[in-house]
């Protein structure tokens, strides 16, 4: 019994050790692999579906905390457009919207008599089809502007959706003087439809291409956020702080570190016949609507006692309105005219402004550059369009830098990869306080992507503002909103104001509450009587800048 006894002893103590040495052996193991993820996870193995219908499936996002996921569902919920009657087949343009034939109407003012500054002015819009017919359901996509070009004025409307065929666009009324409303459709609920697909099934119809090199051995291979599974290898290129992905495939005889450039190739053609109908300039793209009455009215003097027009909220309503050409806002910020070089170096004398995004935020960096003559730039990586940009002023102590954002990028010319920048990366190297400034603009280059790629980049970019404001409290961060721009039937499949208008609506709400100042640029452009376009004109980047300025040296402090 005692000799059996022993022998169990040495097999428990045997496999005892066997078990801490299989332990150690994961462990390690463990290590080995976080380390190489770490350093060099570059290649995946696809996984290869034979759903023709994939849609989404072959986007790689990594999984949200529960708190993120719930912010996205939410965010998602609530820029959900109105359900409309699936497309026909084949596609009929007379059933669909026509401006021609729909017409928007100035109701009379509620309470009866004439309008002041501080009331509200509603327009009804009724749309029509190309044989005249009311149209009974709603989604189309309408913008809506309130002007004076004689008086420099102008404020966006706030357009309303009631399902049936008819829309309310709402005004405030905020200067006194004539006023002439003007309503136009951007797209029938019909377009809607296809750029709701497009974005569904076709994510990746932007392609975008890298060259890889080592010696005289050169290759080129297709790379997106979503690539579609095949046989071939992926380069993984996600960056590894913000989870932000990046995916090529990969080259049959080079390694993935190889990768020396990234542009843009040429766009995928995905429409079906005859949605190309559903976006004709003149017709139904971008195309104002008449009035069935008289569009123009006088706004008196604001009655005694009446409130002030007040911005209607954080997340909806415009921000402010033009007067004589100046951007007025209506969240309580006085906006002042930084009219002289003078006046501007003495606001920034002692600042660094950091600039990031795309290249609407470069306008910014150029008109500072254009406008500060003692600013000397310098191009630590040489003079590209996509930066990195810095420019000095050593006798004021003034510093400005401009990095373009991480991809998805949108450009034909070759970029090396090494001008990528994530913003949140650099956000985090900042020691940030009273001496900096962040402009942070992002938006231009998302448009044809999930919308939930744009959310979490967002996130990460608000995280780092977070992290920036708790150990600097002092910094001033700027965040600069997407705006509508001119478009074209090819462009609308790619960069459509109705995808601008959805990651508008979620950046306000991501920044909601947040000890941030925000450049409503959507409401800046629709509301100024220049065209549309992808980067504003001077005047509305002088009142941009003014804005900004007004935020680093407010009133009270100067």
């Not at 501080?118 to 044989?131: C, R």
């Not at 650099?426 to 402009?439: A, H, N, Q, S």
Request: with cysteine.
């Amino acid at each position: 019994m005692k000799a059996r006894a022993c022998t169990r002893r040495e097999y428990s103590a045997i496999f005892l050790v066997l078990a801490v040495a299989v332990l150690i052996l994961v462990l390690c193991n463990m290590a080995v692999l976080e380390f190489h993820h770490k350093v060099n996870s570059t290649i995946i193995v696809p996984k290869v579906s034979t759903d023709p219908d994939m849609n989404q499936s072959f986007c790689t996002f990594q999984p949200l905390s529960p708190e993120d996921a719930l912010e996205e569902r939410l965010l998602l919920d609530s820029i959900a457009w109105p359900e409309t009657p699936p497309l026909p087949a084949p596609v009929s343009l007379e059933q669909t919207s026509d401006p021609a034939h729909s017409t928007f109407t100035v109701l009379p003012r509620r309470g009866g008599g004439q309008w002041h500054v501080g009331d509200q002015l509603e327009v009804m819009i009724k749309m029509s089809d190309f044989h005249g017919h009311p149209k009974k359901h709603g989604g189309d996509f309408l913008l809506a502007r309130l002007h004076n070009l004689k008086l420099g004025a102008g404020v966006a409307g706030q357009v309303l959706d009631h399902l049936n065929g008819s829309y309310s666009a709402v005004f405030s009324l905020p200067w006194e003087g004539d006023a002439q409303v003007e309503v136009m459709l951007v797209h029938p609920s019909d377009a809607i439809l296809v750029l709701n697909r497009l974005n569904r099934e076709h994510p990746d119809r932007i392609l975008f291409k890298s060259l890889f090199r080592s010696g005289s051995l050169s290759e080129t291979t297709d790379c997106n956020v979503c690539l579609r599974p095949t046989q071939q290898l992926l380069c993984n290129y996600t960056d590894v702080r913000t989870g932000q992905p990046w995916f090529c495939y990969k080259p049959k005889n080079l390694s993935c570190d190889a990768r020396i450039s990234h542009a843009r190739g040429q766009n995928g053609r995905f429409i079906k016949a005859n949605e190309e109908k559903l976006f004709r300039s003149g017709v139904n793209l971008k195309v104002y609507i008449r009035a069935s009455g008289p569009a123009r009215f006088t706004v008196l003097p604001k009655k005694k006692g009446q409130l002030e027009v007040k911005s209607s909220s954080v997340t909806s309503g415009p921000s402010g309105y033009y007067y004589q050409g100046a951007w007025r806002a209506l969240d309580g910020t006085t906006v002042q005219q930084f009219n002289t070089s003078s006046a501007i170096t003495e606001c920034l004398k002692g600042k660094k402004v950091h600039l990031y995004g795309d290249s609407t935020v470069r306008q910014w960096f150029e008109f500072l550059n254009k406008n500060l003559p003692d600013l000397k730039e310098f191009h630590p990586q040489g003079r590209t369009k996509f930066g990195p940009f810095m420019a000095i002023d050593n006798a004021n102590s003034i510093m400005v830098t401009f990095n373009f954002h991480g991809p998805p990028l949108v450009s034909f010319i070759r970029v090396p990869p090494t001008t990528f920048y994530y913003i949140a990366n650099e956000i985090d190297r900042l020691t940030g306080g009273t001496d900096t400034i962040v402009g942070v603009g992002i938006w231009a280059h998302f448009p044809s992507f999930p919308i939930e790629l744009y959310i979490r980049r967002l996130q990460s970019i608000r995280r780092a503002v977070v992290r920036l404001l708790t150990r600097a409290p002092g910094t001033v961060v700027i965040i600069r909103t997407g705006h509508p721009r001119a478009l074209t039937f090819d462009l609308s499949l790619i960069f459509s104001d109705w995808y601008s208008l959805q990651r508008y609506k979620v950046l306000r709400a991501m920044f909601k509450g947040m000890n941030v100042h925000l450049i409503d640029a959507w409401s800046m452009v629709l509301a100024h009587h220049l065209p549309h376009n992808i980067h504003p004109l001077p005047p509305i980047i002088k009142n941009m800048i003014n804005i900004l300025l007004s935020h680093v040296c407010p009133q009270n402090s100067t």
